[in-house]
């Protein structure tokens, strides 16, 4: 059985060795987890969501695997992602797109507007040492330039 994108940062999140948390990361690294991990900890996405959102929660057992689609979807609640989308359409495919998910991946997907994950042990430094670049931080692309 697939984790969910929660369940994998929740796990992940109570292994006591950074080595292994390494290693479980890896383990279940997909393109999915990337996106969101990236919104998470990159300082340089801005969401635009709205303060709150009223929605309801999907109880279905067939919604836990579907953030791995949906996360291809995140572009249309950051600053550039879809120029022309009005704040109005988005604040309403925002509360679709967490209707759609497990209750426990809408509860994450709400923490994106603190820019934080609610796992105090994944951090922008063991994401890099997992997956050296996933996470450009300020310094670093300003170094670049």
């Not at 929660?6 to 796990?11: F, T, V």
């Not at 390494?22 to 340089?44: C, G, M, T, Y």
Request: hydrophobic share 35%.
């Amino acid at each position: 059985m697939k984790l969910s994108i929660s369940e994998i940062l929740q796990k992940a999140d109570n292994i006591p060795s950074k080595k292994e948390k390494i290693a479980f990361l890896k383990q279940h690294s997909n393109k999915p987890l990337f996106e969101v991990i990236r919104h998470f900890l990159d300082p340089n996405i801005k969401f635009l969501l709205p303060e709150k959102v009223n929605y309801n929660f999907n109880e279905s057992t067939e919604c836990d695997t579907i953030l791995y689609v949906k996360a291809r979807e995140l572009y249309l609640f950051v600053e550039g992602g879809h120029p022309t989308l009005k704040q109005d359409r988005r604040n309403k495919l925002w509360r679709l797109f967490l209707e759609a998910l497990s209750p426990a991946d809408a509860l994450l997907r709400l923490e994106l507007r603190k820019k934080e994950l609610p796992y105090k042990t994944i951090t922008v430094d063991l994401i890099n040492e997992a997956f050296p670049g996933l996470i450009t931080t300020q310094t670093e692309k300003e170094n670049t330039n």
